[in-house]
């Protein structure tokens, strides 16, 4: 097991033990008290991500969806500034491992709105697709890994992580 991801893993509270080489199984779940443990964990699951990888999150305003992609585009390599693409759509980090593309589905209604800004070109150039607001477009989404972040207090949250396409984790 990688020492990065076995450390960053460790350091937190979990209730499902790692079941795979690089310790993560279909179903995990992490209790946070900060935004910086929070990056942590999507920091851990960036380093075991794929080409094409789709994380599909769940969670409120303010629950820490940005916060957790911060992480990703930390354990892809990237040191740019990660912000909220709420007024973009979408925000492109390329400097990674393979690029992370960050979307905030909040203002669409229907999947079909996908085909406007192009996610299916966004799908096919090899990266990780991070969305936040899935909820609005998850009939499109195939074999999503879900990422549900809920507070459970100021700054506690339950995060659970689920694979949809377990090949995503390496399982
Ligand atoms: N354990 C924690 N994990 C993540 N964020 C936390 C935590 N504790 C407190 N916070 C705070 O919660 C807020 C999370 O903001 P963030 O922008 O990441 O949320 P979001 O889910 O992306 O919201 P939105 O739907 O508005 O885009 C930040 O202000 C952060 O400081
Ligand atoms: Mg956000």
Known sequence: MPVAIYTAILRLPRRCAPRNDNGWSAF?????????????????LAKILTPGAVI?????????????TRGLARGL??????????????NEYLSGRMPLFHFDMYRLRSADELFD???EDYLDR???CA??????VIDALED??????EKLGEDSRCITVTG????????
């Open 164 to 171: 949809g396409n377990t090949s995503d984790l390496s399982l």
């Open 28 to 44: 995990m779940e992490f209790i946070t008290n900060s935004p910086a443990e929070t990056e942590a964990v999507g920091q851990a």
């Open 117 to 119: 800004i192009g996610w």
């Open 131 to 136: 969305v936040e607001w899935s909820e609005n």
């Open 144 to 149: 999503p890994i879900v990422v549900n972040i």
């Open 126 to 128: 090899g990266g990780v």
């Open 56 to 68: 599909a999150y769940r969670g409120d305003l303010g629950a820490g969806k940005t916060a957790f």
């Open 77 to 90: 390599g990237s040191a740019e500034q990660v912000t909220s693409p709420t007024y973009t759509i979408v």
